[in-house]
């Protein structure tokens, strides 16, 4: 079983910074993309940003020049660093990445999400 474990949301004012965080535990054999996606109440989930196992970047325009992906393969984690936040950041925050794991004695690639963690920006 592969999990997807969130960490770093909270609040803060506009203007500020928060980083979070998505690890990876369970048995897993590789994470291929990754992502991070938020949804706000009554929106839908939109992508924020994603990270190819090879580094390759890629944002959403809303969030372009304040948010930064990264990711750290030798220890199954995820972040995105928030800088300059809008209260319109303030959203719940789900990190997914397509995961190979093992199914006995195969591999297989499955898309998992996390649990969320919220980020709320005030004015």
């Known amino acids: 079983q592969v999990q997807l474990v969130e960490s770093g949301g909270g609040s803060v004012q506009a203007g500020g910074s928060l980083r979070l965080s998505c690890a990876a535990s369970?048995?897993?054999?590789?994470?291929?993309?990754m992502g991070w996606y938020r949804q706000a109440p009554g929106e839908q989930r939109e992508m924020v940003a994603g990270?190819?196992?090879?580094?390759?970047?890629n944002y959403a325009d809303s969030v372009k020049g304040r948010f930064t992906i990264s990711r750290d393969n030798a220890n199954n984690t995820m972040y995105l660093q928030m800088n300059s936040l809008k209260p319109e950041d303030t959203a719940v925050y789900y990190c997914?990445?397509?995961?190979?794991?093992?199914?006995?004695?195969?591999?297989?690639?499955?898309?998992?999400w996390g649990q969320g963690t919220q980020v709320t920006v005030s004015s």
């Open positions: 369970g048995s897993v054999v590789t994470i291929n993309t």
């Open positions: 997914n990445a397509d995961i190979t794991t093992w199914f006995g004695a195969l591999r297989y690639t499955r898309n998992s």
């Open positions: 990270i190819t196992s090879g580094g390759t970047t």
